[in-house]
């Protein structure tokens, strides 16, 4: 059924769950959709936004590949922030991924998560 869904059903179905999902129904629909692994960058997204807020361990690699590899702030900036405003578990791996990725994003992107403070001010461009 999955399959034949088209990317707009994929994103309703998935924008609509509630944002705190656990953990044990996020490894689920990963394992039955490939949402961590798709090549679709908005269903994507939308999976690892899931994830982030459930801090969901599993979806971590996907989540680091996904921020080194998609440059568009509109996917980048809210998941960044999102891990960013978690001090405990959210930040270590925004702060980690950030540096790595930072060189890699466009300036505009880059002023706006300089501000989250991830990273020391000569690193920062500061």
Not at 5 to 31: G, H, I, M, V, Y
Not at 62 to 76: C, D, I, P, S, T
Not at 113 to 121: C, I, Q, S, V
């Amino acid at each position: 059924m999955w399959q034949r869904w088209t990317t707009d059903e994929k994103l309703r179905f998935l924008t609509r769950l509630d944002k705190k999902q656990p953990n044990l129904r996020l490894a689920s629909l990963d394992r039955a959709y490939g949402l961590a692994a798709t090549g679709n960058n908005e269903v994507r997204f939308a999976f690892l936004t899931l994830a982030v807020a459930a801090r969901h361990d599993p979806a971590i690699p996907a989540l680091e590949q996904f921020l080194l590899m998609q440059g568009r702030r509109k996917f980048v900036r809210p998941l960044i922030t999102a891990l960013a405003a978690d001090t405990q578990w959210g930040r270590p791996i925004a702060t980690r991924v950030y540096a790595r990725a930072r060189p890699l994003y466009h300036p505009v992107t880059t002023r706006d998560l300089d501000k989250l403070k991830l990273l020391p001010p000569n690193e920062a461009g500061s």
